[in-house]
């Protein structure tokens, strides 16, 4: 080997080294000051198909489908504890449920009669109220919506 293949040699893994000292995980932080949200994480996996797949199908009969799921995620967001860490955005919080509550009973009525134009909108709008909580409660952790 010449001097300048080992020198590139050795640049290449004292980068590589680097690299991979910079990729360990800061210590998260303990519960008690985490501010997730273990029911609205869960909620994202009814919210999704329901946006993703019903919606733009127009699939009324799924959207129907998804309504016990929405009656207990919705019920199980409204009872949930608020971290401590988020207890600056406790008035918010509460609003924001309050909404989501109010279009999970849109999203009720609607489905139950049956009624398509109305399904569709109570459930962009049970999304967006969703959605709205989310952005309150902090950035989005992996497999959230908008990954």
Known sequence: MNARTVAASALVIAFGAGIGAAQVKAPTAPADTAARI????????????????????????MLASFLPRVKSGVRAIA???????????????????????????????AVTKSDSAGSLAAAAKLHAKYEALARLTGPKEEGEHGK
Do not use: M, N, Q
């Not at 273990?38 to 993703?52: D, N």
């Not at 949930?80 to 009525?109: M, Q, S």
């Open 38 to 61: 273990p029911a609205l994480v869960a909620f994202h996996r009814v919210i999704a198909p329901i946006w993703h797949t019903a919606y733009p199908a127009k699939d009324t009969a």
């Open 79 to 109: 009872s949930c504890k608020l971290p401590p860490a988020l207890d600056a955005k406790r008035g918010a919080w509460e609003k924001g449920v309050a909404e989501l509550e109010a279009a999970a009973k849109a999203y009720e009525t």
